[in-house]
T-cell receptor, first 117, second 116 residues
Framework: GQQLNQSPQSMFIQEGEDVSMNCTSS?????WLWYKQDPGEGPVLLIA?????ELTSNGRLTAQFGITRKDSFLNISASIPSDVGIYFC?????????????????FGTGTRLKVLA | DTEVTQTPKHLVMGMTNKKSLKCEQH?????MYWYKQKAKKPPELMFV???????INESVPSRFSPECPNSSLLNLHLHALQPEDSALYLC???????????????FGNGTRLTVT
């Protein structure tokens, strides 16, 4: 199925460093979601974005909905070992709304983060 | 703890077996989803139920049969699976806010399925 371009694919960082990752698309989106997935568990919602230019924080995490509506960014400040995991973006493309408001989210390819203590 | 509960956590089945995966949510969400996730890959949408009616079937083989008995429960019936069907099966739910409504997906912890 369709996937979003997410980068970097993986990254190793030192504890305390800041992390940045992004998702890009050739299509316009009207919702962006960011998830973290730990091994053996389901994705956990971190941040949801609904408006172009929106900047939202959740603790040390900050995400932005790109002005062009074709991208989104996630930043993690002062990383700690428990930040390790796979981060996925998910976007809802602009298009026909299905019956009853159900809709598809397209997922990014994921960024695997490893934090070195 | 996730508010979407999936059972069993692990399942091993032979290619001739019939088994079912179960999902339950009590958040009042009216849309429920099945996703399949292979290792190191993003989740792939399989089915969407809205108000207990099948809304989306992403051309999933008939050996996977979804069922939504009520707004809180979602099942996935499995029959005659292939080894390549081994994966993490994730259930998700979302608030259905009608046309144009945006609501994030809330995932369960999944069922790790192995087909032998």
């Amino acid at each position: 199925g369709q996937q979003l371009n997410q980068s970097p694919q993986s990254m190793f960082i030192q504890e305390g460093e800041d992390v940045s990752m992004n998702c890009t698309s050739s299509s316009i989106f009207n919702t962006w979601l960011w998830y973290k997935q730990d091994p053996g568990e389901g994705p956990v919602l971190l941040i949801a974005l609904y408006k172009a230019g929106e900047l939202t924080s959740n603790g040390r995490l900050t995400a932005q909905f790109g002005i062009t509506r074709k991208d989104s960014f996630l930043n993690i400040s002062a990383s700690i070992p428990s930040d390790v995991g796979i981060y996925f973006c998910a976007g809802r493309p602009v298009g026909p709304v299905l019956t009853s408001g159900t809709y598809k989210y397209i997922f990014g390819t994921g960024t695997r983060l490893k934090v070195l203590a | 703890d996730t508010e979407v509960t999936q059972t069993p956590k692990h399942l091993v089945m032979g290619m001739t077996n019939k088994k079912s995966l179960k999902c339950e949510q009590h958040m009042g969400h009216r849309a429920m989803y099945w996703y399949k996730q292979k290792a190191k890959k993003p989740p792939e949408l399989m089915f969407v139920y809205s108000y207990e009616k099948l809304s989306i079937n992403e051309s999933v083989p008939s050996r996977f049969s979804p069922e939504c008995p009520n707004s809180s429960l979602l099942n996935l019936h499995l029959h005659a699976l292939q080894p390549e069907d081994s994966a993490l099966y994730l259930c998700a739910s979302s608030q259905d806010r009608g046309r144009g409504g945006n609501s994030p997906l809330h995932f369960g912890n999944g069922t790790r399925l192995t087909v032998t």
